[in-house]
């Protein structure tokens, strides 16, 4: 009798969403014509399968179709949740429990998509009934907890109200029936407290009527039936009102109040044939046959127990077939017709052996559907493990790959420094070699110049100066023609023109003023001498040079270097003037030899360099410094020598 109390409840659920709703599908089909295609057409269309679900469920399930084709092209969420719920409360009408829950399902997801406490409620209880009436009991109230507690985060004292008698429904098929009834009177509290308008308040005082009953306080339990009784007649709810006299007329038959039980059951009786509920007829007719039995009127229990048995067997109620035939074995035992009996107790064992061998096929079934699924979560966990650890493999190989790659380049990288920089050393050496053959040379250059200047001037230089003194002195002595003394003074003039080019000779080949003075006086009386030859108008200009220290060689290399340059001006450039500048800056000495003269391609100097341009190449890189010449035809040379000293 209980599942009567489920079927409302669900229904009433459906109510509060479509509770404004129009009945006549005609009117709702003219305002059809006139919709667009919007969110209110798709509503629409929703209301107008609603009202087709009692007398036409194919237009019903057209309409639900077109709703939903609708919403999901307009991308309507809320559309195709009430969708989703009508096809379950469809589903549920039919028998399809399945159905009803995988459509509900979806309501749910599309529910808290939209963020709608309301609907997410609705559909929790929906989906715990549903569970209810599929023996999972468990997840009946593992939903129905979720209702409370999302009805608690919202302070929906309605929806927490509904929640609590649905927790309290849950315990009482547990048999947990004290638990069952502080949910219950939780209930009854909201709805007291806050005098809310409460369609299902009957039938929370049914549950906890029927809570009591279970305790064996029967004076409580039909205190609530009562309770149940007075609030079906005010709400009109004639369904609950024949179920709920039920319950009562099993109270009075566990009380031996068999005239009462009577009363209760024609009264559900009538109840039931007004509501054309062939259900509740047939359970109404076994109990009025039953409180026939135990009064004693066994001819008229006959009668109706024959009629509850055609009902239940037409309409295959297979809970109230087995009840029909427990009675019908009771008045036939009595009657003494033991045949009869027995064939009605062995029909209603049979059909107790049905449910039985049902609910262990069932379970049988759900269980290897869950094992099923626990060994495909299991391959996927497994697969999912596999997968982890290849990636992990991978990932480290790639690591391990990508540090010997840098390794290697760094080592590569490390190998071709080492090889650059030995490669380095070598040329520096190499360098160093050719600097030290270049310093070599250049110093016996500048010894045997040294020696040779010696020698003229002392060798040959005394060699001359005795050969004047002497022919001098042979002049005295000597009685000569004119033309004898003329020829005798010609030669005096020639010896001394030799020893003045001597002296000149060995000046050039070291200077003296170089020696005792240093490099700018030195270059200083180099150019006053070129200027006194008139070869050459050389202007000398000097700064910087005053009381500096310079390496010997070093200055007697930067005097050869002016000293060839000045020659190739005098030689090749058919210039007039020249000016030599020596500065000094900065631990920087730079000597610059520009002329006026013809000037000259220096692409030449690639190809065919002389012998003088490479001396003095090799002067300014056995100094390491830097030798730039620029020169253009027509516009004269510049020369200019940089080096660190």
Known sequence: MKKFLFISVFLLLLSTVFAQKLTKPDSLLHLLVAARSDTGKAMLLLHIADSYETNNQDSADYYLEKSRSLS?????????????????VVSF?????????????????????????????????????INGYLGKLEEQLEYSLQVKNVAEAVHDS??????????????????QYRKSVEYALLSVQIYSK???????????????????EGL????????????????????????????????????????????????????????????QSRQLVASALSNVAYANYFSGMNTIAKKYIDDAIEIATKDTLRDEMKNSYIVLSYIAAKDGDFKTAFAAKRISDSIQEVFLNEQVVKSSTEYEKKYESEKKDNQMKLQKIQLRRKSTINYMLMITAATLLIFSSLYYRTYQQKQKLHQQRISELEMEKQLSSTEAVLKGEEQERIRLAKDLHDGLGGMLSGVKFSMNSMKGNLVMTPDNAQTFERSMDMLDSSIREMRRVAHNM???????????????????????????????????????????????????????????????????????????SNAMLSVTVEDDG????????????????????????????????????????????????
């Open 72 to 88: 999901e092209s307009i991308k309507f969420t809320k559309g195709l949740y009430h969708y989703y719920s009508q096809i379950s």
């Open 93 to 129: 009408t039919k028998g399809d429990y399945s159905n009803a829950m995988e459509q509900s399902k979806k309501g749910l997801a599309l529910a808290r998509q939209l963020k709608d406490s309301t609907l997410v409620i609705v559909i929790l209880n929906r989906i715990g009934i």
């Open 158 to 175: 309605s929806k927490l109200s509904q929640a609590y008698h649905n927790l309290a429904n849950c315990y009482y098929n547990f048999k």
């Open 194 to 212: 806050h005098h809310k308008r409460n369609d299902y308040i009957n039938r929370v005082y049914s549950t906890l009527g029927q809570n009591y």
């Open 216 to 275: 064996h306080l029967s004076d409580s339990a039909m205190y609530y039936y009562n309770m149940a009784l007075k609030e079906s007649v005010r709400l009109n709810d004639k369904y609950a009102e024949a179920v709920i006299n039920g319950y009562v007329a099993n109270l009075f038959a566990s009380k031996g109040q068999f005239g009462e039980m009577l009363k209760a059951s024609e009264k559900s009786l009538s109840l039931a044939r007004e509501l």
């Open 510 to 584: 070291m200077p003296e003023a170089l020696i005792r003075f240093g490099l700018n006086t030195a270059l200083n009386d180099f150019c006053n001498d070129i200027n006194q030859s008139g070869a050459l108008k050389v202007n000398y200009q000097s700064l910087g040079m005053e009381d500096i220290s310079i390496n010997p060689t070093v200055a007697i290399t930067l005097y050869r270097i002016v000293q060839e340059l000045l020659n190739n001006v005098m030689k090749h450039a058919h210039a007039s003037s020249a000016i030599v500048q020596v500065t000094n």
């Open 598 to 645: 013809k000037g000259f391609d220096t692409g030449i100097l690639k190809t065919n360099m002389g012998i003088g341009w490479a001396n003095i190449q090799n002067r300014v890189e056995f100094l390491k410094g830097k030798l730039d010449i620029r020169s253009k035809e027509g516009e004269g040379t510049s020369v200019q020598i940089e080096l660190n000293f």
